[in-house]
């Protein structure tokens, strides 16, 4: 079965900097892409970033020119740099693997920006 973990997130002040890390275990048929989403409390989850397998990347609005999105050299890990964090930031941020026919999530990790 496939699993995906995240790590990296904590509480930052407003303007500071976090680094998330999904590492992925287990078997991947027909890859397309993986990515960041997150949920902030009591609204849906939307995405943040991903990147397909060929390397080109997509990005919200909200995040362009703060966040950047990059795969591992083991095409089973992705990272989310994420700067000048704004208290809107503050939400629990999930990894993504996308193939032709699933989607596996992570268990999320939450980031707190303070003002």
């Known amino acids: 079965q496939v699993q995906l973990v995240e790590s990296g997130g904590g509480l930052v002040q407003a303007g500071g900097s976090l680094t998330l890390s999904c590492t992925a275990s287990?078997?991947?048929?027909?890859?397309?892409?993986m990515g960041w989403y997150r949920q902030a409390a009591g609204k849906q989850r939307e995405l943040v970033a991903d990147i397909a397998n060929g390397g080109s990347t997509n990005y919200a609005d909200s995040v362009k020119g703060r966040f950047t999105i990059s795969r591992g050299n083991a095409k089973n890990t992705v990272y989310l740099q994420m700067n000048s964090l704004k208290p809107e930031d503050t939400a629990v941020y999930y990894c993504?693997?996308?193939?032709?026919?699933?989607?596996?999530w992570g268990q999320g990790t939450q980031v707190t920006v303070s003002s």
């Open positions: 993504r693997t996308r193939t032709s026919f699933n989607n596996y």
């Open positions: 287990g078997s991947f048929f027909n890859l397309v892409a």
